[in-house]
């Protein structure tokens, strides 16, 4: 049973364009969401996170917009460089459970 | 200075072998945690150790063994390794539990372990 998806697997986008990853998930009692970038033969890289109190958390070029009647998040990243050419992954947490309940991912292209 | 580091980065072996995955975190968290992820990418929480104790054991075989002997190392043996246990383990930590600000327990990964078993 999956209850964080990603489904689309993978994304191209123009560099200087808007990229937009999307995340759904089935647990409406999740309480905070991450992304995660990951980069060949690396560990996930902490990107940016947020709380369901909260509507939109941005950091620079990265914004995470989180709609929980819809329990749905998306990543944007403006303006797309090609350094961000990664595998992102989402992920869900439950306060008190201190698991992260991953996404399979989404590979993004920033073509130059 | 690699944050949380571990060894071996590849490993390949035979079924029915023992192996150990050994992960180092200078960061000086409290938590530590093992994750795998398969051949459909999906990457699962296995274990996790808050102060040398066990806090998450998901539905794992009985042939893979944690052992943190501090705070700082969390390892990862499996025993008679078979073909469905090829995948990439990572290893990662937080700060802390026990805290109920989400934002305080960021888990920070390790650059993974590629485990095949032929």
């Known amino acids: 049973d999956q209850q964080v998806k990603q489904n689309s697997p993978s994304l191209s986008v123009q560099e200087g364009r808007i990229s937009i990853l999307n995340c759904d998930y089935t647990?409406?009692?999740?309480?905070?969401f991450l992304w995660y970038k990951k980069y060949p033969a690396e560990g996930p890289t902490f990107l940016i996170s947020i709380s369901s109190i909260k509507d939109k958390n941005e950091d620079g070029r990265f914004t995470v917009f989180l709609n929980k009647s819809a329990k749905h998040l998306s990543l944007h990243i403006v303006p797309s460089q090609p350094g961000d050419s990664a595998v992102y992954f989402c992920a869900a947490s439950l306060t008190g459970t201190y698991k992260y309940i991953f996404g399979t991912g989404t590979r993004l292209k920033v073509l130059a | 200075d690699t944050a949380v580091s571990q060894t071996p980065k590849y490993l390949v072996t035979q079924m029915g072998n023992d192996k150990s995955i050994k992960c180092e975190q200078n960061?000086?968290?409290?938590?530590m945690y093992w994750y795998k992820q398969d051949s459909k990418k999906f990457l699962k929480i296995m274990f996790s150790?808050?102060?040398?104790?066990?806090?998450i054991n998901e539905t794992v075989p009985n042939r893979f063994s944690p052992k943190s002997p501090d705070k700082a190392h969390l390892n990862l043996h499996i025993n008679s390794l078979e073909l469905g246990d090829s995948a990439v383990y990572f290893c990662?930590?937080?700060?802390?539990?026990?805290?109920?600000?989400?934002?305080?327990?960021?888990?920070?990964f390790g650059a993974g372990t590629r485990l095949s078993v032929l």
């Open positions: 990662a930590s937080s700060l802390r539990t026990g805290s109920w600000n989400l934002a305080k327990n960021i888990q920070y």
């Open positions: 150790y808050n102060n040398k104790e066990l806090i």
């Open positions: 647990n409406s009692m999740f309480d905070y």
């Open positions: 960061l000086g968290h409290d938590t």
